[in-house]
């Protein structure tokens, strides 16, 4: 009995000495900036309880050319949960109110090359009451205010201007990446820094510096990132695929990064099939598909009504999982746990914006919108 007793003792004493020794993270300060080190190790459990409100297929009682949605390219929403929902394809602006019923589109679709019509949008964002909408088929930006009237547009983008990922903290901070080709000291990079952009869509602070070498071993995906904001602080995923995040203030002052155990994962037949598509179709050689390529370790990232962060992950996708959204939570830098968003498909994109939780169907023909705790 004493031999079981201390063989017991000794086991929970190796059991200790492990857990102790496999910290699940550590914060350290340096010249003002803290580093969250994130072992992967869960410290909680938080799943998201989420509960269906309604979902928008589009309008009927419109003209035909109006009826449904055509093609979804972005969903905003603002203080009082009216609904934005960006047509590109009908190239409008669907209103819904926070109950889910339609209001209005705009602009009306009277033809013409009036400077308030739109052709293709892609993306558009909010300030206060406005809606920005950036057309770079018809090589401009166009302004309403969130009730449907025009207020001005600008032909700017006449001179090759573009942006990615349009976003805002829907009253001050309008930002998005600006990729431009560069040369520095006779070497030619391509630059897609994230910037601050004035009321002009200007660019006037570069919040985080992407930089990328065009030479031999220029490798296109390089040179994208994804990003988030609230509360004048940018939450910038690492560009060449660490796991890591920068928070950056709107003076480009980072305040902490945020970084995660994490196992690269190479590109499967199939995914380097839809790669090399991207690529190419960007104007860049093809990849080398015998090459072991290694997928970037953030896809996005989105902050909730908590000021939780839920970062979706690179995964080894398999027949099991092939529909699986998962999702890494952190609080305060800390990573909590993964878990799976069981009411999103894999192939659906997810908003949180306001309070709500919104998702784009994969035929980009419907929206449904959820609350959570």
């Known amino acids: 009995m004493k031999k079981i007793l201390n063989l017991s003792a000794l086991t929970l004493a190796l059991l200790l000495i492990f857990n102790c020794s496999k910290e699940k993270y550590t914060v350290e300060k340096i010249e003002g900036v803290k580093y969250y080190k994130n072992s992967g190790v869960p410290t909680g459990h938080y799943k998201p309880a989420e509960k269906f409100l309604f979902e928008i297929t589009g309008p009927e009682n419109v003209p035909d050319s109006m009826k449904g949605f055509g093609v979804i390219a972005d969903v905003l929403c603002d203080e009082r949960d009216n609904i934005y929902i960006l047509d590109s394809e009908h190239a409008t602006i669907k209103k819904y109110n926070g109950k889910g019923e339609f209001e209005r589109y705009f602009p009306e679709q009277r033809g013409g090359t009036e400077l308030d019509q739109l052709k293709k949008p892609s993306q558009f964002a909010a300030l206060y009451d406005t809606l920005i909408v950036i057309d770079n088929e018809a090589k401009k ?118 970084e995660k155990g994490f196992d690269k994962i190479p590109y499967n ?40 962060l839920w970062i979706m992950p690179s995964v080894e996708r398999n027949g099991s999982n092939a529909d699986s959204l998962y999702i890494d939570i952190f609080e305060n830098g800390v990573f909590v746990n993964r878990t799976v968003l069981d009411f999103v498909k894999g192939d659906e994109t997810y908003k949180l914006k306001g309070n709500r939780l919104y998702v784009i169907s994969s035929d980009r023909k419907s929206v449904r919108v959820y609350d959570y705790e």
């Open 269 to 308: 037949t199939d995914e380097k099939e839809l790669l090399n598509e991207f690529v190419t179709s960007s104007g860049y050689p093809a990849i080398d598909k015998e090459k072991q390529i290694y997928k970037k370790a953030i896809n996005s990232i989105e902050i909730d009504k908590n000021d939780k």
């Open 141 to 258: 930006y166009v302004r309403f205010l969130n009730n449907g009237q025009f207020l001005n547009a600008n032909l700017r983008l006449m001179g090759g201007v573009s942006f990615l990922f349009l976003n805002s903290d829907q009253r001050d901070n309008l930002s998005a990446f600006v990729p431009t080709p560069i040369k520095i000291d006779s070497l030619n990079y391509f630059s897609n820094d994230l910037c601050l952009l004035n009321s002009r869509l200007k660019p006037e602070k570069v919040i985080k510096q992407i930089r990328v070498l065009s030479d031999s071993n220029f490798f296109f995906p390089d040179i994208f990132s994804v990003y988030t904001a609230k509360n004048d602080i940018f939450y910038i995923a690492d560009n060449k695929g660490d796991y890591t995040i920068y928070a950056i203030n709107g003076r480009g002052q980072t305040k902490y990064t945020i």
